[in-house]
């Protein structure tokens, strides 16, 4: 079982930048991929970003890449979404998720942290 809790949403304009944290505890092992995620509602869930733990490798949706950028503390647990150029269209609630040990189906899920794009 990993428990996982994201801070750092909130308000913001368009154009400023963000920066959500996701601090994971209660590892008996080492996810193989962490993520974020968001969702609006009625629409599906978006795979915003993910991250290779073991190289740092990162992936990202075309509606976010080269303005966020997923990066880890494994010192601190932390993954962090660093989230610049905001735009209305990236309000949303926005999920961390940890995979299992072998591959990148992410299983364990955070309660969310709701960010708010306003103009």
């Known amino acids: 079982q990993v428990l996982l809790v994201e801070s750092g949403g909130g308000s913001v304009q368009a154009g400023g930048s963000q920066r959500l944290a996701c601090q994971a505890s209660s590892y008996s092992y080492i996810p193989y991929c962490m993520g974020w995620f968001r969702q609006t509602p009625g629409k599906e869930r978006e795979k915003v970003a993910f991250?290779?733990?073991?190289?740092?490798?990162?992936y990202y949706s075309d509606s976010v890449k080269g303005r966020f950028t997923i990066s880890q503390d494994n010192s601190k647990s932390t993954l962090y979404l660093q989230m610049n150029s905001l735009k209305l269209e990236d309000s949303a609630m926005y999920y961390c998720?940890?995979?299992?040990?072998?591959?990148?189906?992410?299983?364990?899920w955070g309660l969310g942290t709701q960010v708010i794009v306003s103009s």
């Open positions: 991250i290779y733990t073991s190289d740092g490798s990162a």
């Open positions: 998720a940890a995979a299992g040990e072998l591959n990148c189906d992410f299983r364990y």
